[in-house]
């Protein structure tokens, strides 16, 4: 059951890069995320309210307290690095960076959950890495070198921060129900989000939103908080190292859509890149 909830959360995230880019257009990406992290937090609860896993709260240790609270730290620095680089760069582009973090989080999960490595595994990760480096060579770029410059920078840290936040997520969630562990992880977020965005003195901003660009940030938050339920129901019972990938197929549902919805095209090396990263995240499987 916990593939199905992983390929569940690839469906709901590679939804949530769509609508957030649409949603991110006019307005400061910052506040964009704060505001879809209302949204997930009013998600997150009423799944929490409706299995009842709040009356667990209580039996929560504080080592899980401790960690949850570090994998909210993580996924709010990561949230406000990817959806900036995907405000600047192109969806194609800022993607398959953010989903590297595959490669990262095997390496951690080897180190600090003593998850075993296989040839198989070593070989899926070789081709998911060379798979995201043809997506993104520099030949492919659209944008002038000063832009590209930010973009990668802030798509780099997104996928860096995405590792730590799945490490110390599975660590904090051993013994606690997932929609709780949810639940608590957002609050963390929605207040990092929230402080970036009056210490950028953007707060202001939020009256001028397009209608049209509030409606699809909110959309996207109903997306998220979607994915991350079934994201971490799955990292719960299974495999760190194979729910990150199984999530990371997320990236052929974006791209589906960037096509229909903002006509980015793949070039030939960026098609065969994206074909290395599906089936390396596909022979994962091969190790549950």
Same mark, same amino acid.
């Given at each position: 059951?916990?593939?199905?909830?992983?390929?569940?959360?690839?469906?709901?995230?590679?939804?949530?890069?769509?609508?957030?880019?649409?949603?991110?257009? +006019?307005?400061?990406?910052?506040?964009?995320?704060?505001?879809?992290?209302?949204?997930?937090?009013?998600?997150?609860?009423?799944?929490?309210?409706?299995?009842?896993?709040?009356?667990?709260?209580?039996?929560?240790?504080?080592?899980?307290?401790?960690?949850?609270?570090?994998?909210?730290?993580?996924?709010?620095?990561?949230?406000?690095?990817?959806?900036?680089?995907?405000?600047?760069?192109?969806?194609?582009?800022?993607?398959?960076?953010?989903?590297?973090?595959?490669? @990262?989080?095997?390496?951690?999960?080897?180190?600090?959950?003593?998850?075993?490595?296989?040839?198989?595994?070593?070989?899926?990760?070789?081709?998911?890495?060379?798979?995201?480096?043809?997506?993104?060579?520099?030949?492919?770029?659209?944008?002038?070198?000063?832009?590209?410059?930010?973009?990668?920078?802030?798509?780099?840290?997104?996928?860096?921060?995405?590792?730590?936040?799945?490490?110390?997520?599975?660590?904090? @969630?051993?013994?606690?129900?997932?929609?709780?562990?949810?639940?608590?992880?957002?609050?963390?977020?929605?207040?990092?989000?929230? @402080?970036?965005?009056?210490?950028?003195?953007?707060?202001?901003?939020?009256?001028?939103?397009?209608? +049209?660009?509030?409606?699809?940030?909110?959309?996207?938050?109903?997306?998220?908080?979607?994915?991350?339920?079934?994201?971490?129901?799955?990292?719960?019972?299974?495999?760190?190292?194979?729910?990150?990938?199984?999530?990371?197929?997320?990236?052929?549902?974006?791209?589906?859509?960037?096509?229909?919805?903002?006509?980015?095209?793949?070039?030939?090396?960026?098609?065969?890149?994206?074909?290395?990263?599906?089936?390396?995240?596909?022979?994962?499987?091969?190790? @549950?």
């Amino acid at each position: 059951m916990w593939v199905i909830y992983a390929l569940g959360s690839a469906l709901f995230a590679g939804l949530t890069s769509i609508l957030a880019k649409c949603g991110i257009k +006019k307005t400061d990406s910052n506040t964009a995320t704060a505001i879809r992290t209302i949204i997930v937090l009013i998600f997150s609860w009423i799944m929490v309210l409706i299995d009842g896993s709040y009356k667990t709260i209580p039996n929560v240790s504080a080592k899980a307290w401790i960690f949850l609270i570090l994998s909210g730290i993580a996924t709010g620095i990561s949230w406000l690095c990817y959806f900036k680089a995907l405000q600047l760069g192109d969806i194609n582009k800022v993607v398959p960076i953010d989903k590297s973090s595959t490669v @990262i989080t095997i390496i951690l999960a080897l180190f600090f959950l003593g998850e075993g490595v296989t040839w198989i595994k070593l070989t899926a990760t070789a081709a998911i890495s060379i798979g995201t480096y043809l997506m993104i060579s520099r030949q492919d770029y659209n944008v002038s070198e000063s832009k590209s410059k930010i973009w990668l920078i802030y798509a780099i840290l997104s996928a860096i921060f995405a590792s730590l936040t799945s490490i110390l997520a599975k660590i904090g @969630i051993e013994n606690v129900e997932s929609n709780l562990g949810t639940a608590v992880r957002t609050c963390v977020v929605l207040i990092m989000a929230w @402080i970036v965005v009056f210490i950028s003195g953007k707060q202001h901003t939020i009256k001028d939103i397009p209608k +049209k660009e509030l409606i699809f940030i909110c959309l996207s938050g109903i997306a998220t908080g979607g994915s991350w339920i079934c994201y971490y129901k799955a990292l719960r019972d299974g495999y760190a190292s194979v729910v990150v990938p199984i999530d990371k197929l997320s990236i052929v549902v974006t791209i589906a859509f960037s096509y229909l919805v903002f006509k980015e095209k793949l070039s030939k090396k960026a098609l065969f890149g994206l074909i290395l990263i599906i089936a390396g995240t596909l022979a994962m499987l091969i190790n @549950i």
